[in-house]
């Protein structure tokens, strides 16, 4: 998780904003903080124990469930942020499959501590360091 914090940002800028934007306090604070926290209580506090019934109780195909509607609900947003001249499709199928890695590895990390907390962290960071290339 680690590795996809610091990597994936780096990774996925060129194809879906290709820019640096710097520090701003609202967008590199604020909105990571809510977007993060509201995240990871719906698919990993709700959806995924909700997967992991819905899946007869396999830990493994539940994380899988919630991890692929993880990443498939992100990839609207490469549409809208894909700069001229890059298929969105591209953008959309990066950040598809970033986020369900990062889903995976999130959903195996509340699975395994029984807690949120640490995923929420994890993910408030990551949203901090992608906003600060406009993401």
Do not use: N
């Amino acid at each position: 998780l680690v590795a996809l914090i610091l990597v994936a940002p780096v990774l996925l800028a060129p194809l879906l904003s290709g820019e640096w934007v710097g520090f701003d306090p609202l967008r590199t604070l604020a909105w990571p903080l809510a977007s993060g926290v509201a995240q990871e209580l719906f698919f990993r506090g709700a959806l995924l124990p909700a997967s992991i019934r819905l899946c007869g109780g396999r830990p493994l195909r539940g994380i899988l469930l919630q991890a692929a509607l993880f990443g498939l609900w992100h990839a609207p947003k490469a549409f809208v942020q894909t700069p001229a001249g890059v298929s969105p499709w591209v953008g959309a199928i990066a950040l598809t499959f970033v986020t369900f890695l990062a889903g995976l590895g999130w959903g195996w990390q509340v699975h395994r501590d029984r807690t949120v907390v640490w995923a929420m962290g994890e993910h408030v960071i990551f949203l901090a360091i992608m906003s600060l290339f406009g993401m």
